[in-house]
């Protein structure tokens, strides 16, 4: 083995990216020492409580929050964007038999790039900003349609049309359900959407911004960040979470529960952060809407939570693993009757407004993300062996 020689300008990265700050951004920040982040200048969960999602999009895509004027200029933009082309429709059955039923991140990416295509999704290299917002707000608005309809066609069911008067939650529950929400609901949902909108240059974020940086058109970043998104490290936690509530179901066998999935190195899931030493600012937020809401499993989850988490301080001390959003993500949306196939993309219906906004800033530079690896193969030139030398296996 050997090692690429380094220029002296070449630094060496930790593993992830772990601390290394690659961009500059305006649209907000985590601060994981305080559990505290934000959407521009204004506290997350401060916005998730009084405003609606829709002012909240705004905010992120324009850079401040709206007047009644342009809130409800916003909404319109909105319910046109939402409205899909025929040619997707009918291939929508399609996409929508395909893969296991846990796998609905997979048929949406599949349906987001079938829509870049069908309506010619520019480069974003050159292109005129106007241009770039359109085709952001096009995603922000078809997204939550598009995997709505996935569903319900994998189920037997007739899509639904948005329903922008109900706003963005309402909406969601309803093109999901086919039922009407009550305003209990629609303010829960309301509030973990807003909440889930952008979170720091995530995995996810950073996918759409690499993508953006090369010049590539909205669709093809917004597909990559929801193909990053789908994997289990990321955004694929809250069901297992509740999964995991289920197979606990009662506080007093929690600590055992915990202390045999740690024997095995199972992951305790919606519990620890990387970026959080406190507790996520949202599972604090999602807990108080669990409690709101009532009913057996959020007093279920309230005292598992305790119990798994001396459990934790217990078999892993110093670690800081607090409970995170995808804990109290599940219990609400299970109490809002959103099946668990859909817990983590009902959390991509909403982040799809992060990626616009990183989109659409990222798409100001010209610059493309074009890091170096260290190369720690075999020594290179090696002799080439001759046709007739068998290679090595």
């Known amino acids: 083995m050997t090692t690429t020689q380094l220029l002296p300008d070449h630094l060496i990265a930790p593993p992830g990216l772990k601390g ?35 002012e909240v999009c705004h905010l992120m895509l324009e850079g401040a929050l709206p007047t009644p004027e342009q809130a409800t200029a916003l909404q319109s933009e909105l319910a046109e964007a939402a409205v899909l082309p025929p040619d997707l429709i ?3 059955p399609a996409i929508a038999r395909s893969g296991p039923d846990r796998a609905s991140l997979s048929r949406l990416r599949t349906a987001v790039s079938h829509l870049g295509a069908l309506e010619g999704f520019g480069p974003t290299y050159g292109a005129d900003a106007a241009q770039v917002r359109a085709d952001v707000l096009r ?96 955004g694929g936690a809250p069901d297992r979470a509740l999964d995991s509530l289920d197979e606990i179901g009662s506080p007093d066998r929690a600590r055992a529960w915990v202390r045999a999935s740690v024997e095995v190195g199972e992951r305790i899931m919606g519990f620890g952060h990387p970026v959080y030493q406190t507790m996520d600012p949202r599972a604090a937020m999602l807990r ?35 409970t995170n959003v995808e804990f109290y993500a599940g219990v609400v949306m299970e109490l809002c009757g959103l099946p668990r196939e859909l817990f983590t993309p009902t959390f991509a219906t909403a982040r799809v407004v992060g990626w616009g906004a ?8 010209s610059k493309i993300f074009r890091p170096s690896a260290r190369y720690v193969g075999p020594p290179a030139p090696a002799p080439l062996p001759s046709p007739t030398q068998a290679l090595p296996a």
Request: charged share 15%.
């Open 139 to 234: 995603m922000v608005a078809a997204v939550p349609v598009i995997q709505a309809a996935l569903h319900r066609l994998r189920a037997g069911l007739e899509p639904l049309p948005a329903r922008p008067e109900l706003g963005a939650a309402g909406s969601w529950l309803w093109m999901v359900t086919g039922a009407e929400p009550s305003a209990a609901h629609r303010s829960a949902i309301g509030a973990y959407l807003t909440s889930t909108i952008d979170h720091g240059f995530s995995a996810s974020t950073f996918a759409a911004r690499v993508v953006t940086s090369a010049g590539s058109d909205v669709a093809s970043a917004v597909g990559a960040a929801i193909g990053t998104f789908a994997g289990p490290l990321h």
């Open 288 to 322: 108080d809407i669990a409690l709101q809401l009532g009913g057996p499993l959020a007093d279920l989850a309230v005292q598992v939570e305790q119990e798994v988490i001396q459990a934790l301080s217990e078999l892993k001390p110093g670690r800081e693993l607090h």
């Open 358 to 365: 990183h989109i659409l800033e990222q798409s100001q530079s």
């Open 90 to 92: 009918a291939v929508l």
């Open 20 to 54: 290394v700050v690659v961009a500059d951004t305006s649209t907000g920040d985590v601060r994981g020492q305080e559990g505290f982040y934000h959407f521009r200048e204004f506290s997350a969960v401060e916005l998730s409580l009084t405003r609606a999602f829709e």
